[in-house]
């Protein structure tokens, strides 16, 4: 057997850890290569506007690029298979128009940044300024502006959701909840922005571009198709990465464009994004708005759920799947973990002049996950019970596994009540009940609420085809090589930027073959030294990537097996490979001494056995739709009634992923995956004005989640392992950022039935004091701010 | 450009820098002391913490010229110190580092934290680490590391200086 | 983003730095802990020319006290007064703003006389400054004078300093051993700037009751009629929401939100209830 403290299920520490304790981590901005040149980007001030002219400065030839310097560059174009889908082509740098404040226009190069900004402030363009579209539910259609002219409205997608007979549901209604919610726009804001560094390597002849990103092989797949380029010129390498959470799971136009630049120029070329371009123009996130008429008997079971969903994407559709993700996710998920008969959603993806939407850890879960959760509790309100019964009262039922929702969604097992009750006593509900009735001596009130969700996780080529994807990210490589002297290498597709997978994908290869983790490299993030792969996002990459390690470590086992038994001069059948030893009947022979004959001593291989030790495997699940975990996050609040502050006292995830590779990184994924949701339910929003000018560009108005605000996250874990993966392993990354807004707004709910009457609501995210402060006031009689 | 002379990491530099260079792109493009991480430059994140004689300072908001004759201390430098010993042991076995951007940020927050006396409760711990986002852990982690590696410096051997 | 090029010169003495501030026609600023004026010059939000570095003056780092007052240098960081590692006059209030105000690592370089001198309008030292009475001591070229720091800011990043004047030292009077005071910093997160921040000082036996508003949409807000409460002792609630109500119906220039009047009542009426507790 393996060993315990090594494999699966251990919580072995980092390998990933020294390096970043020692200030030694290697990002794109530490790499350093002779005579870099800096590039800073001339953007629009403007949300909506025809350039009429750019204007150099007269000194500033070979140093300022626009389009019409590098007519190499093709527009980016998302193409969808999704019926009525509109896709507009995006040009990197801006020729006739700009659409978002933000959007490129020339790339002005210097030897220092400093330098280089010097030089795009002495650019010039003479803009006709245009009326912004800037509200989405107001715009999706009536307009007088549109973002894209020759679409005659600002719909990316509309789409119907059905499922049983929503009409029956409000014939049948004991009670008729209805409620809007919307959760603002906000940012990933991982603490590293973007970062591109492109230069020529004559002798291998090709373009090698550092880039910041958690996809690798298709950021080279679209530099190809965009620069025309062959594949064979051009290398993406991913080094480590200062977080990614969905925002750089996308192809930029500054990746591109230094590409570009590369080839015209004979040095490198390095572009380091600033926290205000990552607050302006890397993906925006969130940004949904919600109408939900949930019809119920009187116990609180809910009959039917009508929904319409608007979702503000943005100016652009980002390559590779386009703008239409997150509407048809937010579409699918609403019905949550519940056995809802009867659904139908409107679900619209509409263009404004702001920056693109993309992915962000839960993608359209989040939203989702709020409005049915708030709605939920709505509903045990109108018939005066328990949130917590009614949320059980309706849930999937583990007999009823494996259970296809109303939605669409196959969920395959679990206990889905079980959560929770697990959630609630992790909170000590009855404690904080008791608290409450007692009152607080400062007189601010308590509330406690849960949220619970299914979480679709590494789904396969079903899903993605289903979706009308472009690309179809339904599998992942990994090439294990055993090297002379019995250490190992992993080479994988996926990017591991803070998960730990060069840990984990370790334990999972010493669980297969028994080599020490600590004598296995993980290689990932680099077009060169790994076979393709996705790369790492949708919570995929320990059940995808794991799973190609496990098949290619399987594949090698097989082979040191065969050798093996060879040199113990006994049947292939009787040699078993463990510890780092094959074992037969009368003795017992090292990896090391395996690999040693397979490399150096080919005369010692058995006849018809090839050398080397060197298998490259894929791996899709055999679901295509996902594996799913779940989980409930409770949340206690004290709200200050006089202010609008609220206070988070505790949380509490109760979740079951499955086989859990490392329980030391799955908790760690979940406390920071659940901040991240505090994040958009009390902090994090890009507004705009009218004019298409976002308000939020610094970290100073742009808040983050501080240590001093956030409660140590309490965390219970069930354990279904999963049928259709190796070891039974789920999927986990998003879940944690997915309830906290739904939580934390129940909780606040809770908080403000002390106001009396029917207390108040706040529906919308973040929930600042401003809100928090109109829905008390409202409540209150007060007139509302 | 400006004549400067400085104690980096312990060892004596005189360098000529242009005046608008920050300590942060100071030490990270002329120093190659890369471990000073950017992630604001307005010093909000943290990400660039390192010490100024001593102190914890924004490397992103002090001009390399306004570090002449000080004594400038970046997450590589520490050696031998029991205290960023001690941290980097208990950030490894606390998981308290996912991505690693804010760490080294981090590290010389905690470790300013420890040599004032301001680490003795989860409180005191999450108070100080107000101005240093970290993204990816959720803080659990961190508060928990910082905690055991006061707890184990207040009770370990005392060093005889 | 990176700052825009600047001249840099590093006076050694108060006398040169004015000098030179007064050669540069406007075109000037001084820097000392930089804490607030690099970041907006990172943000190319200030480009100056010149940039004077005063950080390092011996005139600027001194502290000292007589029976009456204390006088801190404006080169005094805020984290020299959070460790009380200079006489303090204020009974702990100051070491309590000071806490409050940024990060430990903006603490240890931003100065009291830069916070002072550049009048941000959330800012913690302009509000606590005025409520404590304190007189700045600015050193221009025609000489010294003195200013109330009650009436120093006169709007948004704008101050009584004549261009060539350069913030010397601060005089706070040393509360009474019977003075009582109230801070109430409400912001969404620990260190940002405030969305109220409200200063009581009751010292009766000097005659001094004053509360003070910062974060008030223009320099610190003097609250005379609930400052008059105070003095009263305040024991009537609504009494006093009354008076601050009529303050600041009278300040109707500064344009506050239902939300921020709101707001910026509680503070006051907390910050006078620790005051007189």
């Known amino acids: 057997m393996p060993n315990d403290a090594w494999g699966i299920g251990a919580s072995l520490l980092r390998r990933e850890d020294e390096r970043h304790l020692n200030g030694r981590g290697e990002f794109v901005s530490d790499i350093k290569l002779p005579g870099t040149m800096e590039v800073a980007f001339v953007r629009s001030p403007h949300a909506h506007a025809r350039i009429r002219s750019i204007v ?296 404004t002049n702001k920056a693109p939407l993309g992915p962000y850890r839960g993608v359209g879960r989040p939203g989702a996950c709020f409005a049915i959760e708030r709605t939920i509790d709505e509903v045990a309100r109108a018939v005066g019970r328990d949130p917590v019964e009614v949320r059980m009262l309706n849930m999937v039922r583990p007999e009823q596994m494996p259970f296809t929702t ?380 | 450009m400006t004549a400067i002379r400085l104690r980096l990491n312990g060892s004596d530099i005189a360098d000529e820098v242009p005046p608008r260079l920050s300590l942060a792109d100071y030490l990270r493009e002329r120093r190659n002391l890369t471990g000073t991480h950017l992630g604001c430059e307005h010093g909000v994140c943290g990400a660039c913490t390192i010490l100024v004689d001593g102190e914890p300072a924004r490397a992103c908001l002090m001009l390399a010229v306004g570090c002449d004759e000080r004594e400038v201390e970046t997450i590589e430098g520490f050696a031998g110190d029991p205290t960023m010993a001690a941290l980097r042991d208990s950030f490894h076995r606390q998981h308290g580092l996912q991505c690693g951007f804010c760490t080294p940020g981090m590290l010389i927050a905690a470790h300013d934290l420890i040599r004032r006396g301001e680490a003795g409760s989860e409180h005191a711990i999450r108070a100080g680490l107000a101005g240093n986002i970290c993204r990816c852990t959720g803080y659990t982690n961190i508060v928990a590391a910082i905690a055991e590696a006061a707890a184990s410096l207040a009770g370990g051997p005392r060093d005889a200086e | 983003m990176k700052v825009p090029a600047f001249d840099y010169v590093r006076p050694q003495s108060l006398v040169e730095a004015v000098r030179f501030l007064a050669g540069a026609g406007g075109e000037a600023r001084v820097i000392a802990g930089g804490q607030s004026l690099l970041a907006l010059m990172n943000l190319r939000l200030a480009a100056p020319e010149i940039l004077i570095d005063i950080a390092r003056l011996p005139e600027l780092a001194a502290a000292g006290e007589d029976d009456d007052a204390v006088s801190l240098g404006a080169g005094v960081t805020h984290a020299a007064i959070e460790d009380r590692r200079v006489p303090d006059p204020s009974r702990g209030l100051m070491p309590r703003a000071a806490a409050s105000l940024a990060y430990r690592a903006i603490r240890t370089r931003g100065t009291l006389g830069g916070s002072l001198a550049l009048a941000d309008p959330a800012a913690e030292w302009p509000a606590v400054l005025a409520a404590l009475d304190a007189q700045a001591i600015v050193c221009g070229a025609g000489g010294r004078r003195m200013l109330d720091c009650g009436s120093f800011a006169t709007g948004i990043y704008e101050t009584r300093l004549a261009d060539d004047e350069i913030v010397e030292s601060v005089r706070i009077a040393k509360l009474s051993p019977g003075a009582r005071w109230g801070y109430v910093k409400l912001s969404r997160k620990s260190g940002e700037f405030a969305n109220t921040l409200a200063v009581a000082v009751a010292d009766r036996a000097r005659g001094h009751c004053r509360v003070v508003l910062g974060a008030a949409n223009g320099p610190p807000l003097v609250l005379a009629d609930a400052s008059r409460c105070l003095a009263d002792g305040a024991r009537d609630p609504d009494a006093l929401r009354g008076a601050i109500g009529a303050d600041l119906d009278r300040a109707a220039d500064r344009h506050f939100d239902d939300f921020q009047r709101n707001l910026h009542i509680v503070a006051a009426m907390r910050a006078i209830r620790q005051a007189t507790a």
């Open chain 1, 56 to 351: 150099k400065p007269s000194d500033a030839a070979g140093r300022v690029f626009t389009a019409a310097d590098l007519p190499r560059i093709q527009p980016i174009r998302i193409v969808t298979q999704a019926a009525g889908a509109k896709s507009p082509s995006w040009t990197p740098l801006a020729t006739d128009k700009v659409r978002y404040v933000g959007e490129a226009i020339a790339a002005c190069i210097a030897p220092s940044r400093a330098e280089a900004e010097d030089l795009a402030a002495a650019v010039t363009v003479d803009f006709e300024v245009l009326d912004a579209v800037v509200d989405a539910p107001r715009d999706l259609r009536g307009s007088r502006h549109l973002v894209h002219e020759s679409w005659g409205d600002n719909l990316y997608s509309e789409r119907v959701f059905e499922g049983g007979d929503i009409e029956a549901a409000a014939r049948a209604a004991a009670i008729t909840v209805r409620r809007e919610y919307r959760m603002r726009r906000q940012s990933g804001a991982p603490l590293e922005g973007r970062a591109v560094l492109a230069h020529r390597d004559h002798r291998l002849d090709e373009i090698v571009v550092y880039a910041s990103t958690q996809t690798p092989h298709t950021v080279r797949v679209a530099l190809g198709e965009f620069l025309g380029l062959d594949l064979r010129r051009l290398r993406v390498v991913a080094p480590d990465i200062g977080g990614g959470f969905g925002p750089k799971a996308r192809l930029y136009p500054e990746e591109i464009i230094l590409a570009a630049l590369a080839l015209e120029l004979d040095h490198p070329l390095r572009w380091v994004e600033d926290r205000g371009e990552h607050l302006l123009t890397s993906a925006h996130t969130r940004d949904h708005h919600y109408r939900v008429t949930a019809y119920a008997d009187g116990q609180g079971r809910i009959l039917g759920v009508d929904a319409e969903i608007v979702v503000d994407a943005g100016a652009y559709g980002l390559w590779p799947q386009g703008p239409y993700q997150e509407a048809a996710m937010a579409a699918r998920n609403l019905p949550g973990p519940y056995a809802i008969p009867h659904y139908r959603a409107r679900a619209a993806t509409v263009a």
């Open chain 1, 406 to 785: 109303v939605g669409g969604m196959r969920f395959d097992n679990g206990d889905y009540p079980q959560s929770v009750r697990l959630c609630a006593e992790l909170l000590d509900l009855p404690a904080v009940r008791a608290r409450q009735q007692r009152g607080e001596p400062d007189g601010r009130l308590i509330g406690i609420g849960f949220a619970s969700f299914a979480e679709q996780t590494a789904h396969g080529a079903a899903e993605f085809v289903s979706r009308g994807a472009s690309i179809v990210p339904g599998f992942e490589s990994c090439t294990a090589r055993i090297l002379p002297d019995g250490s190992a290498v992993l080479m994988v597709g996926i990017q591991s930027h803070g998960q730990g997978l060069e840990t984990t994908l370790s334990q999972i290869a010493h669980h297969e073959l028994g080599i020490d983790p600590a004598r296995i490299a993980v290689r990932h993030g680099d077009t060169e030294s790994t076979a393709f792969g996705f790369g790492t996002f949708a919570s995929r990459s320990m059940v995808m990537s794991g799973g190609a390690v496990a098949r290619a470590s399987r594949l090698l086992r097989d082979k040191l097996c065969q050798i093996g038994a060879h040199l113990l001069q006994c049947n292939v059948a009787e040699a078993r490979c463990t510890d780092g030893v094959v074992r037969g009947p009368q003795g017992s022979v090292t990896i090391a001494e395996i690999a040693r004959v397979a490399h150096l001593r080919m005369d010692g291989l058995p006849p018809g056995v090839d050398p080397l030790l060197d298998a490259t495997a894929t791996y899709e699940p055999a679901v295509g739709t996902g594996v799913f975990s779940y989980a409930t996050h409770g949340a206690v609040v004290a709200v200050d009634p006089e202010t609008g502050f609220v206070e988070l006292l505790d949380f509490a995830v109760a979740e079951d992923c499955g086989t859990m590779v490392n329980p030391m990184i799955v908790e760690g994924q979940i406390r920071g995956g659940v901040v991240q949701g505090i994040g958009t339910a009390l902090y994090e929003e890009i507004p705009y004005d009218e004019r298409g000018q976002p308000l939020a560009g610094t970290l100073a108005d742009y808040l983050l989640p501080g240590a001093a605000e956030m409660p140590a996250i309490k965390i219970g874990h069930l354990h279904t392992p999963a049928t259709a993966t190796e070891y039974g392993m789920k999927g986990m990354g998003e879940g944690g950022a997915v309830a906290p807004p739904a939580a934390i707004a129940n909780a606040v709910r809770d908080a403000l039935t002390a106001l009396g009457n029917s207390g108040a609501e706040v529906n919308e995210t973040p929930i600042t004091p401003q809100r928090a402060m109109a829905a008390i006031s409202k409540a209150r009689g007060i007139g509302s701010a």
